[in-house]
C-alpha cells in the first residue's frame, strides 16, 4: 500500500544533543510537510516542500531545520533540541494533481531528557 | 485571518448514541473541507472531506458530515457511538490558493459503555 513512513516512531535524545528525524513516502506527492504537535494540541506547521521549493512558517525556530534529497525522502533536523521540543512530529504529504487533502504518517515521539 | 472553531474540547458519549462534534470555519468562499481522527501515539488519519461537491459527505468508519454554507459549518456525525470511535477529532480548512491546513483546536471522544 502506498503511504508515509516515518522513522524511528520513538526518540530519546539529549538535551542539546543533534536529532534527525525521516519521512518517507511511496505516494509520489510534490508537497512534503512537517508538523510539530504537543499534548492536547492541533498539529502546528513548521515548514512544508512543494517539490524542491522550501516554505518556512514565519514562528518556526532557526534551531529547526529540513532537507529533501529528493521526491520520497524529506528530513527533519533539530541542532539543538531544547525540553520545550519535545513533542510528536508528524510527516503529512500531498498530491496536487488529486485531492486537497494531506496524508499523515504514524508521528515520531521525541523525548528531550 | 482564516480561522477554524471546534466547540467543544471534550465530548462524552454513551455506547450507541448519535455523536455531535462541531466545526465552525471563518471564510467568505468555501473552503476545502477535512475531519481528521487521531488515535493515541498515531498520525492522524483522514476522516472525509467536502471538496465542493455533494454537501452531505460520508466517510469511514459510519461518520458523515454536513456543509451548510449559511451557517459556515461542517459538524461531523454519527448515528450510533462504538467504543472504537473514541479518540480525538480534528476539523480542518483549506483555502484554494496555498498548500495549508488550518486546524480547529480538536474535540477529544470519550465513549462511555
Known amino acids: 500500500d502506498a503511504m508515509v513512513i516515518q522513522n524511528p516512531r520513538y526518540q530519546v535524545t539529549q538535551f542539546g544533543k543533534p536529532v534527525t528525524l525521516s519521512c518517507s513516502q511511496t505516494l509520489n506527492h510534490n508537497v512534503m510537510y512537517w508538523y510539530q504537535q504537543k499534548s492536547s494540541q492541533a498539529p502546528k506547521l513548521l515548514f512544508h516542500y512543494y517539490d524542491k521549493d522550501f516554505n518556512n512558517e514565519a514562528d518556526t525556530p532557526d534551531n529547526f531545520q529540513s532537507r529533501r534529497p529528493n521526491t520520497s525522502f524529506c528530513f527533519l533536523d533539530i541542532r539543538s533540541p531544547g525540553l520545550g521540543d519535545a513533542a510528536m512530529y508528524l510527516c503529512a504529504t500531498r498530491g496536487t494533481s488529486g485531492g486537497h487533502e494531506q496524508f499523515f504518517g504514524p508521528g515520531t515521539r521525541l523525548t528531550v531528557l | 485571518a482564516q480561522s477554524v472553531t471546534q466547540l467543544g474540547s471534550h465530548v462524552s458519549v454513551s455506547e450507541g448514541a448519535l455523536v455531535l462534534l462541531r466545526c465552525n470555519y471563518s471564510?467568505?468562499?468555501?473552503?476545502?473541507l477535512f475531519w481528521y481522527v487521531q488515535y493515541p501515539n498515531q498520525g492522524l488519519q483522514l476522516l472525509l472531506k467536502y471538496t465542493s461537491a455533494a454537501t452531505l459527505v460520508k466517510g469511514i468508519n459510519g461518520f458523515e458530515a454536513e456543509f451548510k454554507k449559511s451557517e459556515t459549518s461542517f459538524h461531523l456525525t454519527k448515528p450510533s457511538a462504538h467504543m472504537s470511535d473514541a479518540a480525538e477529532y480534528f476539523c480542518a480548512v483549506k483555502l484554494y490558493n496555498t498548500d495549508k491546513l488550518i486546524f480547529g483546536t480538536g474535540t477529544r471522544l470519550q465513549v462511555f459503555p
Open positions: 471564510s467568505s468562499v468555501p473552503p476545502y
